[in-house]
């Protein structure tokens, strides 16, 4: 009989130990100010991790609820009495507390207890009034807070980041403030492209504490330029190899508008001329379907009355194109049938540089001009850019769009630019030529020197994405530690003339 004991005892915990945890609703055994002393009552049934999970709503809404990961590790198949103290919560505030266990044969979550902290919900507790994200690159971002102390004396305050609401294991330092309703800010760097980021704040005065809410932000995806057209003279991209055909009698090269007399390309088409004066190409790296774009480009149109049909590519079918149309009120991402359009008066005889983003994640069409952002809307149906065949100054229907402008500087881009990105590109000095310089030799892998007159302010290397990646004050510059490519060289003397230049690092 003893043995027959002995024996279902050890069959007993054999089962046990392939079952998940068992867990009880926690019991709220003190509540203070700012925080809550809970316990549960856990059967392990192996080696287990145990965790809390409270938020500020009976819904546990992601941004108002927190995780307390892997508080202890419980063994055997006993129940175990477990407890733990939650801290830095809001006075007079409700929350709704659950508890999880883990084993090897899974998860059991309790369910929720309500349970209240004492105290006002003003009562001097420091909290964050403000919380945003700007500054976005695909690998860097920049937290701005807005701080209420309530007390007037000095706060410190970590922020917390990670690739979930539970994984927050990242920690930097918020500066300290001793204000009322500070502002500050922190910058996140070495971030992944393409990649969601959760973020919290932790504040503390010495005396009481409290945690933020749960923001999140996605860094965009890496940009890639992938085909850029000067139009120095010619019709060739000096970033993969593309060139625009025209028909007989075609090739009109004007001014840029920066010093350059054959800087830009007319284009000039209408329903008398299309097999002469249509410009086309044929690129392979075009965004396809509904991946994310950018196209840049600056633009001077000659009649203010006309819809100009400045570019675009894929199929002449519905959604299956996607390109730029300029009306005498209007800026349209245009997709055939699927247009989006923005309220843009066209200035005749004026430079502009217009910039169109396509978002294929969020189906978002944005329209910058000159560096600012005019207006985003959605695409009615989803973009689906179908082919590589590219126009300018022609809808891509044989025999159809008028056009009459100068074009400047077309760059496409795989994926999104940033606000950042377009400004630089579209700033009106970082276009400016008004400085006679020479810069030597060109390609360079290591040593770039500039010949000018004047005394140098300053030299400025951009990447064609806008992303400045070198500055010096000096006539020689040290190139090799950039990447393979080409860039652009802004050098800006002690008066105040401007050049930019293109070189290339081999």
Not at 328 to 356: L, M
Request: net charge negative; hydrophobic share 35%.
């Amino acid at each position: 009989m003893k043995r027959l004991l002995q024996l279902s005892i050890f069959l007993w915990s054999i089962l046990s130990l392939g079952q998940a945890p068992v867990v009880s609703n926690p019991t709220l055994v003190t509540a203070a100010d700012n925080s809550l002393a809970i316990s549960s009552l856990i059967t392990p049934n192996g080696s287990t991790q145990w965790s809390i999970i409270y938020s500020e709503d009976a819904f546990f809404t992601p941004n108002v609820t927190y995780e307390i990961n892997n508080i202890a590790t419980l063994t055997g198949s006993s129940p175990v009495t477990v407890s733990y103290t939650i801290q830095c919560l809001n006075s007079g505030d409700n929350y709704y507390v659950k508890v999880k266990a883990v084993n090897i044969s899974g998860t059991t979550t309790s369910g929720y207890t309500t349970m209240s902290t004492t105290g006002s919900v003003f009562n001097n507790y420091p909290k964050v009034d403000t919380f945003s994200v700007s500054n976005l690159t695909t690998t860097s971002a920049r937290i701005n807070l807005g701080i209420d102390n309530n007390a007037n004396i000095a706060v410190t305050g970590a922020l917390y980041y990670g690739l979930s609401e539970t994984t927050m294991t990242n920690i930097l330092a918020v500066p300290t403030t001793s204000t009322d309703n500070a502002t500050t800010f922190v910058d996140l760097s070495s971030l992944s492209p393409n990649t969601t980021y959760y973020v919290r704040i932790n504040l503390n005065n010495g005396t009481n504490c409290t945690n933020s809410v749960i923001r999140q932000f996605t860094t965009p995806m890496v940009t890639t330029l992938l085909y850029h057209f000067p139009f120095n003279g010619n019709m060739n991209s000096i970033v993969n190899s593309g060139t625009f055909n025209s028909g007989i009698g075609f090739g009109t090269f004007v001014s840029d508008g920066l010093g350059n007399s054959t800087g830009a390309l007319e284009v000039a088409v209408n329903s008398g001329n299309y097999s002469t004066q249509t410009q086309s190409a044929n690129l392979p790296l075009l965004p396809q379907g509904n991946a994310s774009r950018s196209v840049v480009m600056r633009v001077r149109f000659n009649n203010a009355s006309m819809t100009h049909y400045v570019m675009s590519w894929g199929s002449p079918s519905n959604s299956l194109s996607y390109g730029f149309e300029k009306t005498q009120a209007q800026g349209c991402s245009s997709v055939w049938g699927n247009n989006v359009c923005f309220a843009d008066a066209t200035i005749q005889d004026t430079w502009a540089t217009i910039t169109i983003t396509y978002d294929g994640t969020t189906n978002t069409a944005q329209y910058y001009k000159n560096g600012s952002l005019v207006s985003q809307q959605n695409h009615s149906v989803a973009v689906n850019t179908t082919g590589a065949d590219i126009r300018l100054g022609t809808s891509l229907a044989a025999n159809f769009g008028n056009s009459n402008f100068w074009i400047d500087d077309l760059k496409i881009y795989s994926g999104v630019l940033t606000s950042t990105q377009i400004a630089t590109l579209s700033s009106s000095d970082f276009n400016t030529n008004n400085l006679n310089i020479a810069m030597y030799p060109n390609p360079s892998n290591e040593l770039v020197n500039i010949d000018l007159e004047s005394q140098i302010k300053s030299v400025e290397i951009y990447s064609l994405q806008g992303q400045k990646v070198l500055a010096s004050t000096e006539k020689q510059i040290n190139i090799s530690n950039l990447t393979n490519g080409i860039y652009m060289v802004r050098v800006e003397d002690v008066d105040g003339a401007v050049a930019t230049q293109k070189i290339i690092k081999n």
